[in-house]
């Protein structure tokens, strides 16, 4: 997930655990010793957690990659016990750096970065698009503000800015196919 820092937004990626591995914590499952001292029932719930573990890492590094120096923080992880004794990341942020340049110039550039990085994970959650929205956002902003610098009053672009920006937040407002892991963020 993404979460805002500085000027910030936040974002967060919480896949859903499955029923049968949520606050599963008995003794059954703090045996210590390897993979083939479990039960299938353990067997399959540690799969899945090493599963997730890698999806969520990914999902965060993504964030990472496409943010660069606007990743104001490491990720941060939520860990599940898994039945081996061993910690999986099932949820994780990254805090991004919203907060506008110091021209229009740059604030648009800035906003664009922070909605590539919002929407870098193949998997971007609802609150990764809630920050490329707000990003979007600071962007037309910028955009009408450098306008009104320069003396353009183009209506139509004006128009077109308004209309773009209102189908980006339709769009990212809009329900996703559900992804094969339950997400929430």
Do not use: C
Not at 99 to 109: M, V
Not at 145 to 153: C, K
């Amino acid at each position: 997930m993404i979460s805002a820092g500085i000027g910030g937004a936040t974002h967060a990626y919480w896949p859903q655990l499955p029923a049968s591995s949520q606050g599963k914590a008995s003794e059954s499952n703090k045996r210590i010793g390897n993979d083939a001292e479990l039960s299938a029932a353990e067997q399959r719930e540690l799969d899945q957690l090493k599963q997730r573990d890698e999806q969520v890492r990914a999902h965060e590094q993504a964030h990472i990659s496409a943010g660069g120096d606007l990743i104001t923080a490491r990720a941060s992880y939520t860990f599940e016990t898994g039945p081996d004794d061993k910690r999986y990341a099932v949820g994780g942020e990254v805090r991004i750096d919203t907060s506008e340049g110091r021209t229009a110039e740059e604030t648009i550039a800035r906003a664009e970065r922070i909605r590539a990085a919002a929407l870098a994970p193949t998997d971007p959650s609802p609150q990764d698009r809630q920050v490329a929205t707000m990003a979007q956002r600071m962007a037309s902003e910028a955009r009408q503000e450098l306008n009104a610098q320069r003396g353009e009053d183009d209506p139509i672009a004006a128009r077109l800015e308004a209309a773009l920006s209102r189908l980006v937040e339709a769009v990212s407002a809009a329900p996703q196919q559900p992804p094969a892991i339950d997400v929430f963020a």
